[in-house]
């Protein structure tokens, strides 16, 4: 059920074919990282950023009228969840943070979304969804636990940056619902104008311009399959159907879905890159698993337990 004047927005429940839709968008993301791995081989990340989102807006672009929003929340949309987050978790990976470990990382941007919704948007929090989300935290602590120092110090601070900009990218995707209905992809679509002029100036800046020359030259079917991947499938596909998301139902019951990413994530890891899993993977994943459902349903079923329990 969307979020509508009528409804508390605590109380809404998300709908069974957009909760479907979110799976997809969490198996999708879950194997970015090991695209995001394979990319950075071959082109620098800030230059793969760039052409990133130059693929996903041409020749998109083309088949999407562009929605009637002011252009500050293309440029706060693209400059956030495109530009920051992707910047920072190109980067952490290129220096050496693992794919696994970057997609449980990235997920603290739940908490920081949670805490910028309640400063900015007002939206009150449940004690159901506290305590699902500091369950969800104690299963990343419980999984981040077992890679002990294989997780460089500046990789891990890149990424929590990346979280942040990501969880500043989710309040003004919830802000969107103040336009009225829109169409949450052509807004992807044409946001997507904005970060390639940002990441080429950072990559002509950082990386330089013949890092960047040598990439182009030596251009191989894998990174083309990466950025493919990464454009169409990780951006159209799965930041149109979180956009719609985000604008249909509050952000603290969105956000929790990234809480699952890592699951995927190390999965992808283990089958691409031959991380293993240790048992206290799956007890972190059980954990968030639980954390989940708790921030989901919780207040529905202690709402019956209570119901039960008045005579």
Same mark, same amino acid.
């Given at each position: 059920?969307?979020?509508?004047h009528?409804?508390?927005?605590?109380?809404?429940?998300?709908?069974?074919?957009?909760l479907?839709?979110?799976?997809?968008?969490? $198996?999708?993301?879950?194997?970015?990282?090991?695209v995001i791995?394979? !990319?950075?081989?071959?082109?620098?990340?800030?230059?793969?950023?760039?052409?990133?989102?130059m +693929?996903?807006?041409?020749?998109? *672009?083309?088949?999407?009228?562009?929605?009637?929003?002011?252009?500050r929340?293309?440029? %706060?949309?693209g400059?956030?969840?495109?530009?920051?987050?992707?910047?920072?978790?190109?980067?952490?990976?290129?220096? !050496?943070?693992?794919?696994? &470990?970057a997609s449980?990382?990235?997920?603290?941007q739940a908490?920081?979304t949670?805490?910028?919704?309640?400063?900015?948007?007002?939206?009150?929090?449940? /004690?159901?969804?506290v305590?699902?989300?500091?369950?969800?935290?104690?299963?990343?602590?419980?999984i981040?636990?077992?890679?002990?120092?294989?997780?460089?110090?500046?990789?891990?601070? *890149?990424?929590?940056?990346?979280?942040?900009?990501?969880a500043?990218g989710?309040?003004?995707?919830?802000?969107?619902?103040?336009?009225?209905?829109?169409?949450?992809?052509?807004?992807?679509?044409?946001?997507? +104008?904005?970060?390639?002029?940002?990441?080429? /100036? &950072?990559?002509?800046?950082?990386?330089?311009?013949?890092?960047?020359?040598?990439?182009?030259?030596?251009?191989?079917?894998?990174?083309?399959?990466? &950025?493919?991947?990464?454009?169409?499938?990780?951006? $159209?596909?799965?930041?149109?159907?979180w956009?719609?998301? &985000?604008s249909?139902?509050?952000?603290?019951?969105?956000?929790?879905f990234?809480? %699952?990413?890592?699951?995927? !994530?190390?999965?992808?890891?283990?089958?691409v890159?031959?991380?293993? %899993?240790q048992?206290?993977?799956?007890?972190?994943?059980? *954990?968030?698993?639980?954390?989940?459902?708790?921030n989901?349903?919780?207040?529905?079923?202690?709402?019956?337990?209570?119901?039960?329990?008045?005579?």
């Amino acid at each position: 059920m969307p979020l509508s004047h009528n409804a508390p927005r605590a109380a809404v429940l998300i709908a069974p074919a957009d909760l479907a839709l979110m799976m997809v968008v969490v $198996l999708v993301w879950g194997m970015n990282f090991a695209v995001i791995k394979v !990319g950075v081989v071959g082109i620098p990340p800030l230059l793969l950023g760039a052409m990133r989102f130059m +693929l996903a807006a041409f020749p998109a *672009l083309l088949f999407f009228k562009a929605p009637k929003v002011p252009l500050r929340w293309y440029v %706060l949309y693209g400059m956030t969840i495109s530009v920051g987050q992707f910047a920072f978790l190109f980067s952490a990976i290129h220096v !050496g943070m693992p794919s696994g &470990l970057a997609s449980l990382v990235l997920q603290s941007q739940a908490f920081f979304t949670m805490v910028f919704a309640g400063l900015w948007l007002k939206e009150r929090w449940q /004690a159901n969804q506290v305590l699902g989300l500091l369950l969800a935290g104690g299963g990343l602590v419980l999984i981040g636990s077992a890679h002990g120092v294989s997780m460089p110090l500046g990789g891990f601070a *890149l990424t929590v940056a990346a979280a942040v900009m990501w969880a500043g990218g989710n309040i003004v995707s919830r802000s969107l619902g103040r336009f009225g209905p829109m169409d949450q992809q052509a807004f992807v679509v044409w946001a997507s +104008l904005v970060p390639p002029l940002p990441f080429l /100036a &950072l990559s002509v800046w950082l990386e330089g311009p013949q890092a960047m020359a040598s990439a182009l030259l030596h251009f191989q079917w894998q990174s083309l399959a990466a &950025l493919a991947y990464l454009a169409w499938a990780a951006t $159209l596909f799965g930041y149109g159907v979180w956009t719609r998301m &985000l604008s249909r139902y509050p952000a603290n019951r969105v956000a929790p879905f990234s809480l %699952l990413v890592p699951l995927v !994530g190390l999965t992808t890891g283990w089958l691409v890159f031959g991380e293993v %899993l240790q048992p206290v993977h799956f007890a972190g994943g059980a *954990l968030l698993m639980a954390g989940l459902l708790l921030n989901l349903f919780g207040a529905r079923w202690l709402g019956r337990k209570t119901a039960l329990a008045v005579p």
